[in-house]
């Protein structure tokens, strides 16, 4: 079952342009989303979060966007640059069990000069 | 501050060995992970520690068995090695369990042959 989805695996943008990578949950009791940013070789990197009480959350040129009713939530990189190329990963914290992480798959996003 | 650091960063195993995989962080933080990242696939939760003494079964904790001995340290032990065993494996920290960020190492790629 999984709870948190990402549906694309890739993602192709021009730099300059904005990026925009999708995030579909199903469990409602989730309450706060964050988004990670991954390099070959590296662990993940803590990007943005967002709680549940708000709908957007602004971070120089990345915003996240939160619609509870779709269950969806979006990460926007505007304008996008090469080094952004990366992947990306939005994860859930499950509270039963330490806080653990839901992840979603990622979605590997090339940005291209 | 290294942050979280893991070693080593690969290994190559052949089936029915055991190894340690040794996770230290010089954050101070009560809450320890250990994840598993296998190709095209999120990551999912091995072990947890919220901690020193306190150790709990993730998502997929079946192979594996961990210790908290200190603060700072969480190693992950793999008995009896197995070729479903290989993958990524990250272990990672955070403050606490609500609306908090994980900090993640840098991975340790193991290999099972």
């Known amino acids: 079952d999984q709870q948190v989805k990402q549906n694309s695996p890739s993602l192709s943008v021009q730099e300059g342009r904005i990026s925009i990578l999708n995030c579909d949950y199903t469990?409602?009791?989730?309450?706060?989303f964050l988004w990670y940013k991954k390099y070959p070789a590296e662990g993940p990197t803590f990007l943005i979060s967002?709680?549940?009480?708000?709908d957007k959350n602004e971070d120089g040129r990345f915003t996240v966007f939160l619609n509870k009713s779709a269950k969806h939530l979006s990460l926007h990189i505007v304008p996008s640059q090469p080094g952004d190329s990366a992947v990306y990963f939005c994860a859930a914290p499950y509270y039963n069990q330490g806080g653990k992480l839901i992840f979603g798959q990622g979605t590997e996003l090339s940005v291209k000069p | 501050n290294a942050g979280v650091t893991q070693t080593p960063k690969f290994r190559i195993l052949k089936i029915g060995q055991s190894m340690t995989l040794q996770c230290t962080q010089d954050m101070n933080h009560n809450y320890m992970y250990w994840y598993r990242q296998d190709p095209g696939m999120g990551l999912k939760l091995i072990y947890y520690s919220v901690g020193a003494g306190i150790t709990d079964k993730g998502e997929v904790p079946n192979g594996y068995n961990v210790s908290r001995s200190t603060t700072e340290d969480f190693p992950l032990r793999l008995e009896l090695a197995a070729p479903s065993q290989t993958s990524v494996y990250f272990c990672a920290s955070s403050y606490g369990e609500f609306g908090n960020e994980q900090f993640f190492g840098p991975g340790t790629r193991l290999t099972v042959l």
């Open positions: 967002i709680s549940s009480i708000k």
């Open positions: 469990n409602s009791m989730f309450d706060y």
